[in-house]
T-cell receptor, first 108, second 116 residues
């Protein structure tokens, strides 16, 4: 089975940096996905990590430590449009298992 | 290229009725998955299909069923609807393996089902 934990909510100011943590337990690791979901919309792909380390993609970066069962998504230079739910997910057996999601609110 | 297309986008049904939701994956994608999203349970996996074969099924009652056609399009059906079936139903497509090898999974806009 799999267990995925994320904080429920985070609030930050426009222009700031926010780090969303995801800890997981899994019997077989096939990488970790991060998705962004705005209210009422479909989840959209942000990143995929399968090897340890940091992957940077513009304002968004994702980090993975397989030995610690830990990942984080780093959002830099926050913008109002970044207010959304952020989901980490583990692929296994042809499916994604999602965490409950972290709702990020960006304030002016 | 066109994304994942789901129809209908919104629908209201009465308890006891049945509903069929449709999904057209991204061209060339052969793996189609379905997920249910509710405020209380989050995103829950329903089933995954590849080449018209169901490869995995989530922990949902038998009232939830699905199928995939030879052109990779998929449908899911919920029979004897209950109030608790009210949710956003999301279809997702990927090249072949539902994300296992890192192939990105793309989601459709979803079908909002309200059961009254």
């Amino acid at each position: 089975g799999q267990n995925i934990d994320q904080p429920t909510e985070m609030t930050a100011t426009e222009g700031a940096i926010v780090q969303i943590n995801c800890t997981y337990q899994t019997s077989g690791f096939n990488g970790l996905f991060w998705y962004q979901q705005h209210a009422g919309e479909a989840p959209t792909f942000l990143s995929y990590n399968v090897l340890d380390g940091l992957e940077e993609k513009g304002r968004f970066s994702s980090f993975l430590s397989r030995s610690k069962g830990y990942s984080y998504l780093l959002l830099k230079e926050l913008q109002m449009k970044d207010s959304a739910s952020y989901l980490c997910a583990l692929p296994n057996d042809y499916k994604l298992s999602f965490g409950a999601g972290t709702t990020v609110t960006v304030r002016a | 290229k066109a994304g994942v297309t789901q129809t209908p986008r919104y629908l209201i049904k009465t308890r006891g009725q049945q509903v069929t939701l449709s999904c057209s994956p991204i061209s060339g994608h052969r793996s189609v998955s379905w997920y249910q999203q509710t405020p209380g349970q989050g995103l829950q996996f329903l089933f995954e299909y590849f080449s018209e074969t169901q490869r995995n099924k989530g922990n949902f009652p038998g009232r939830f069923s699905g199928r995939q056609f030879s052109n990779s399009r998929s449908e899911m059906n919920v029979s004897t609807l209950e109030l608790g079936d009210s949710a956003l139903y999301l279809c997702a497509s990927s090249l072949v393996d539902g994300g296992i090898s890192g192939n990105t999974i793309y989601f459709g806009e979803g079908s909002w089902l309200t059961v009254v």
